[in-house]
């Protein structure tokens, strides 16, 4: 009895492991059944690269080599030529009792800009009437001294001593003359004010001086006078550019306000520090003024570069303007065309446009890029 137990236990065993097998094998069957087929690779595929039907369809040009001028646009501003500002200085401290010039005014030289009332030519024009009294005084000795000295009443040394007094009695005279000249006063018609003149004919670019005003000896410069005959044009340019520019390059300059007058000028420096924050360089060019020019105008330079580079150029049709950047298609063996970046110049005459980089000379391509490309995308 027992022993049939345990064989239909062990024929139980059996048959529910053959089941599971077979529920394997049949699961596993399913999954090579719904799994997708296995992916092809095409070896050496270039997205770039389309074939399309009856290529001869699509003419082609040659690239033309040109001889170009590096040009590079920039704004700037316009700023008056340090080298040219004169200023206006006092060398009398005191008050301002009239101002007749102001800020932006023409002037010649020798005009009349400011009178000051000062207590310097009060103590210098005093200085001067003493010398002039010490210099009677010693001139009287020296007679007196040579009377006595004829009749042999004083000795030699004593005359040598009185020519000496009256020689240095002379100088402070003229000292204390020139120093009241020097404030700007005549020691022959003294007065507590003084006259600043106009040293240079030009504008008046910069004024530190109002009514009323205290000025400062050698601190103050009331007035900076300009020659804006010749002016200076300030322009930023980009670190990347800055091998396009060159001392002694000729520029280009637009005024804003002018936009149909050019205006020729050179470049005389180019800064030796960067801005950290934009990454640019001042650059600065010379510009002979007119007189429409005015400080703080905004213009635009052109930058011509004295080393001429050979570039290419094709028909504005050959390319293609796709995601913001320039493509023309050349043709390939086989019938198939590559879609190869390039830069853009300026347009050219006669429909041709210039291309910086990508292509060489006497490289050929596509006539009319657009239409292959519109082919393409159907064809895809």
Not at 96 to 103: E, F, G, K, W, Y
Not at 140 to 165: C, F, M, P, S, W
Not at 216 to 221: A, D, E, G, P
Not at 225 to 245: G, K, M
Request: charged residues 20%.
């Amino acid at each position: 009895m027992k022993l049939s137990v345990l064989k239909m236990v062990g024929l139980i065993g059996v048959s529910t492991a053959m089941i599971a097998l077979a529920g394997c094998r049949g699961v596993r069957a399913n999954e090579a059944a719904e799994a997708p087929p296995a992916a092809t690779v095409v070896p050496g595929f270039d997205v770039h690269v389309f074939s399309v039907e009856h290529p001869e369809q699509f003419p082609l040009a040659e690239a033309q080599a040109q001889s170009a001028v590096p040009e590079l646009v920039v704004t700037g501003s316009v700023a008056p030529d340090i080298s040219r500002n004169v200023p206006v200085i006092s060398l009398a401290s005191g008050r301002v009792l009239s101002i007749h010039a102001r800020l932006g005014d023409s002037v010649k030289k020798g005009q009349l800009l400011l009178t000051v009332r000062s207590d310097d030519v009060s103590g210098a024009f005093a200085n001067y009437r003493k010398a002039l009294a010490d210099e009677v005084l010693s001139r009287t000795q020296l007679e007196r001294a040579k009377e006595l000295y004829n009749h042999g009443a004083i000795a030699l040394n004593d005359l040598q001593v009185a020519q000496d007094t009256e020689e240095k009695a002379k100088v402070d005279v003229e000292t204390m003359a020139e120093h009241l000249r020097l404030l700007g006063n005549d020691p022959d018609h003294p007065g507590g004010a003084v006259s600043i003149f106009a040293p240079v004919s030009g504008v008046i670019t910069d004024q530190q001086v109002t009514a009323a005003a205290g000025v400062q000896s050698l601190s103050t410069n009331p007035f900076t006078i300009s020659d804006l005959s010749s002016v200076w044009v300030v322009c930023d340019v980009y670190e990347n550019d800055l091998p396009n520019v060159g001392l002694g390059d000729t520029a280009e300059i637009r005024l804003n306000a002018y936009p149909n007058r050019v205006f020729k000028g050179s470049v005389s420096n180019i800064g030796a520090i960067l801005d950290p924050n934009i990454r640019t360089a001042k650059v600065r060019v010379e510009v002979a003024n007119p007189g429409i020019m005015r400080m703080g105008m905004f213009v635009t330079a052109t930058f011509h570069s004295r080393n001429k580079q050979t570039r290419v150029a094709v028909p504005a049709s050959a390319i293609l303007h796709l995601h913001d950047r320039d493509w023309v298609y050349v043709p390939e063996p086989g019938g198939r065309f590559r879609r190869v970046e390039v830069a853009s110049g300026d347009p050219l005459p006669e429909g041709l446009q210039q291309v910086k980089s990508g292509l060489k000379p006497d490289q050929r391509v596509v006539a009319n890029a657009v239409v292959l490309d519109h082919v393409i995308a159907i064809n895809q």
